[in-house]
């Protein structure tokens, strides 16, 4: 297969899927007689993103794979799209996700004894809910608690491929750059650590889309 030909497929797969692929998912896009292998994959890969380099999209690698997705900085631009403003975190909140990510693993007890406050239940249920953290053990202590690490969706969801992307901890004056460090849409805040939309992704072919194609774009996975 011609090498333009291979860009078009694996541009409209990322384009299409809303998450990212690795690999050897954009392989089995391929029959096997003609699958073009990882080297003609990754090939491709670079010059969707040589492409992109002047553009309001972008090519990002992460923990689960490679996707599309509009431009952090375009987020305030983009964000209007949708009537209900992002949720912001709270400090608390940030505090928590910081712990565990550059410490993990880590229990409550940990967290709490860094921070000299108690760890709202409400904060791990949402951190596990948005599959951000979860039990990895439980320490041999009197009592078992829980050890909590990050997952492939937490470095999914801000844009990393693996933890050691992370911005050094030495860095990070205050918890509330957290969230520009990360690139998340929203700055840090006081309020109620609740659900925020997902990074902004390049438009994705779905069933509304396919219809209208016939007249005539995310959180984050593991």
């Given at each position: 297969?011609?090498?333009?030909r ?8 990322l ?90 693993p ?30 990895v ?49 929203t ?36």
């Open positions: 297969m011609e090498a333009e291979l860009r078009m497929i694996i541009e409209g797969a384009l299409a899927a809303g998450r990212p692929l690795d690999l050897a998912q954009l392989d089995a896009l391929f029959d096997p007689l003609e699958q073009p292998g990882h080297d003609a994959i990754r090939a491709a890969l670079d010059t969707i993103a040589a492409a992109s380099a002047e553009r309001a999209w972008e090519l990002r690698q992460t923990a689960s794979g490679y996707r599309l997705q509009v431009r952090a900085e375009l987020a305030p631009w983009i964000g209007r799209l949708w009537e209900e403003k992002p949720r912001r975190y709270s400090r608390s909140f940030l505090e928590t996700l910081v712990l565990i990510a550059y410490r993990q880590v229990t409550r007890g940990d967290i709490e004894a860094v921070r000299g406050v108690a760890v709202s239940s409400d904060t791990i249920k949402i951190l596990q809910e948005r599959e951000w953290i979860r039990v053990g439980h320490r041999d202590v009197p009592g078992r608690p829980a050890l909590y690490a990050t997952t492939r969706q937490f470095l999914d969801y801000f844009n990393l491929a693996s933890l050691e992307q992370l911005p050094p901890l030495s860095e990070l004056k205050d918890f509330e750059l957290l969230e520009p460090q990360l690139e998340l849409a700055a840090a805040a006081t309020g109620s650590p609740e659900t925020d939309p997902a990074p902004v992704e390049a438009p994705r072919a779905d069933s509304r889309a396919a219809d209208q194609m016939s007249a005539p774009a995310t959180a984050p996975t593991s």
